[in-house]
Antibody, heavy 118, light 111 residues
Framework: EVKLLESGGGLVQPGGSLKLSCAASGFDFSRYWMSWVRQAPGKGLEWIGEINPDSSTINYTPSLKDKFIISRDNAKNTLYLQMSKVRSEDTALYYC???????????WGQGTLVTVSA | DIVLTQSPASLAVSLGQRATISCRASQSVSTSSYSYMHWYQQKPGQPPKLLIK???NLESGVPARFSGSGSGTDFTLNIHPVEEEDTATYYC?????????FGSGTKLEIK
């Protein structure tokens, strides 16, 4: 069974940094593109970016590429999202998702909540 | 970025009737072979769940009362007959280019 478990969320001050993790199990993590998607409270879904299996290609949504860094450790079956210079509008539930090639998002974690507040 | 406009923003449908949700893309997301549009269902407190891929292909395990259609810029998700458990917010998503974007969502209530 495919499982994705995000962690690392919490309260962070404006301008601060936070690193999220997503532990994957139930599939060969090293073969799949992985993405981060966020959802602000009561709002819709926003794709943050993705990383290919060997980390040679990382794509970001243009408005976030200077704030967020996506990485992965295939030996640990873990996906990461390094967040920096956070602002109140970064308050959201952050999901990791397994993407089928570069198409749909087939599997999602339950998300980890990041709250940006002083 | 490709903008996906969903309509309506919300709708209430009687049990057993049909729900129709529209998604319009700001540019074509189809080739002669594929339409790069996908649909998700999100219930409160849960992550999105894939329903339909490539505009009309039902994901494994999804009930046959869900169906998708469309090509080019206009796509539709139909649910018939609706059941109580279909209460949720529905999103379309394209994969034509980077970034993949989502529609703003349609909240479905069952009367």
């Amino acid at each position: 069974e495919v499982k994705l478990l995000e962690s690392g969320g919490g309260l962070v001050q404006p301008g601060g940094s936070l690193k999220l993790s997503c532990a994957a199990s139930g599939f060969d993590f090293s073969r799949y593109w992985m993405s981060w998607v966020r959802q602000a409270p009561g709002k819709g879904l926003e794709w943050i970016g993705e990383i290919n299996p060997d980390s040679s290609t990382i794509n970001y949504t243009p408005s976030l590429k200077d704030k967020f860094i996506i990485s992965r450790d295939n030996a640990k079956n873990t996906l990461y999202l390094q967040m920096s210079k956070v602002r109140s509008e970064d308050t959201a539930l952050y999901y990791c998702a397994r993407r089928a090639a570069t198409s749909w998002f087939a599997y999602w974690g339950q998300g980890t909540l990041v709250t940006v507040s002083a | 970025d490709i903008v996906l406009t969903q309509s309506p923003a919300s709708l209430a449908v009687s049990l057993g009737q049909r729900a129709t949700i529209s998604c319009r893309a700001s540019q074509s997301v189809s080739t002669s072979s594929y339409s790069y549009m996908h649909w998700y269902q999100q219930k409160p407190g849960q992550p999105p769940k894939l329903l339909i891929k490539y505009a009309s292909n039902l994901e494994s395990g999804v009930p046959a009362r869900f169906s998708g259609s469309g090509s080019g810029t206009d796509f539709t998700l139909n649910i018939h007959p609706v059941e109580e458990e279909d209460t949720a917010t529905y999103y379309c998503q394209h994969s034509w280019e980077i970034p993949p974007t989502f529609g703003s969502g349609t909240k479905l209530e069952i009367k």
